[in-house]
């Protein structure tokens, strides 16, 4: 597992840092202990839905994909990609109602139902180990960057704080209760003890936004996405520890 | 004295005169409380200063931040007229980049969340006994 990393070019920090690192020892061992870690329960119902036939169509993602073991192996490691279809980018939550609601006749999920958080628990799973790359390169991918990199300096609420002036300025510092991490992706979605249960990218992203005293986007809307795209970049290099385990 | 009256006396957040990184008058002419202005500073829903600054007035409290410099000898440090202007809009003091919020500034980021729109996170007279208790904070 590929914890600490050196940064990609034009990154603002040298080193790259899973939020694991910020985590307490108990915290660490939970997750890296598979028969522990609590997120290995929605791994497991996620393989369950994996293959159970939902939708008009009768099937299941296995009907299609087989064994996710072989087929999504690695693959969640490149994500978010550019989708040529809806010209912006897909997260893996939304390539699972993709499929559902093109391949199987089934409805799309309602953002952070239990089944979303399982299934795309599962699919990340599987690329455990597996160093974050997204390819640039792919359509207008770039473009959802620069645009993602000015959220992220951008100062929000009453509080008036940027996700740098925590994450970048204050990375390493104490924020009451808290150690201030790099504010990562590569972990999600994480099991939080604080809440005995699994939490999205972007229930966090959000409720990091909350906390500036803030309105904060949809998820999945254009703001989330392209943050995604900057975050997960950020984290360029770190291996993929879905389910990450943080207080 | 009424709450009208109370509050013609009040500088609004946009009226406060910040001169040679300090506020020389009161935001309210009514002295601070230093014991209220201790409360304020701890309460999570108030100052929440804890969150940033470790104190060591406040050592029974659990959890101080690092993200600012520790507030032993501030008062030391500081006049209450620079301490007012810090605490009222840190960024007159320090410059845009501080990450201090203004506890009585309407310069703020944006989307604030709706029904804190014009608001500002401590009243003047909240500023006035936060003032009045970090002042209290000599070495």
């Known amino acids: 597992m590929t914890v600490r990393t050196a940064a990609p070019e034009g990154h603002p920090f040298d080193e790259v840092l899973s939020g694991w690192l910020f985590r307490e020892a108990e915290t660490r061992e939970l997750e890296a202990d598979s028969f522990q870690n609590p997120g290995m329960l929605y791994v497991d119902l996620g393989a369950e839905i994996w293959n159970t036939v939902d939708g008009t169509m009768g099937k299941s993602c296995a009907t299609c994909h087989d064994d996710a073991a072989d087929t999504m192996k690695g693959i969640a490691a490149n994500y978010p990609k550019w989708d040529a279809d809806a010209k912006r980018p897909i997260n893996i939550e939304l390539q699972i109602d993709k499929c559902r609601v093109e391949n199987m006749g089934a409805e799309a999920y309602k953002f952070d139902a239990a089944d979303q958080k399982a299934l795309t628990t599962y699919i990340k799973h599987q690329s455990l180990g597996t160093p974050v790359a997204v390819d640039l390169s792919q359509g207008e991918l770039q473009t959802w960057w620069d645009r993602g990199k000015d959220i992220y300096y951008t100062r929000t609420g009453q509080l008036n704080f940027a996700c740098a002036s925590c994450h970048e300025a204050n990375s390493g510092q104490r924020i009451r209760a808290d150690h201030l991490s790099q504010g990562q992706a590569n972990g999600f979605p994480t099991y939080r003890l604080k809440q005995a249960n699994m939490v999205s990218l972007h229930n966090r992203f959000r409720g990091c936004i909350r906390d500036t005293r803030a309105e904060f986007p949809k998820a999945f809307s254009d703001e989330l996405m392209a943050l995604e795209v900057y975050v997960t970049w950020r984290g360029t290099g770190l291996s993929v520890e879905t389910p990450a385990v943080r207080q | ?139």
């Not at chain 2, 957040?13 to 209220?36: I, R």
């Not at chain 2, 050592?59 to 030391?76: C, I, R």
């Open chain 2, 1 to 139: 004295v009424t709450a009208a009256s109370a509050l013609a006396d009040e500088t609004a957040p946009q009226d406060v005169n910040f001169e040679d990184l300090a506020v020389m008058a009161s935001l309210t002419g009514t002295p601070g409380d230093p014991v209220t202005g201790r409360d304020i500073f701890k309460d999570r829903k108030l100052g929440n200063c804890l969150a940033c600054h470790t104190n060591a007035d406040m050592q029974k409290e659990l959890f101080h931040g690092t993200v600012g410099p520790a507030m032993d000898g501030a008062g030391d440090r500081w006049e209450p007229a620079q301490l007012r202007a810090i605490i009222a809009d840190a960024k007159e003091v320090f410059g845009e980049q501080t990450v201090m919020p203004g506890f009585y500034s309407v310069n703020v980021g944006k989307d604030v969340r709706e029904d804190l729109v014009g608001k500002t996170i401590l009243t003047a007279q909240q500023i006035e006994d936060v003032v009045a208790y970090v002042a209290t904070l000599k070495e």
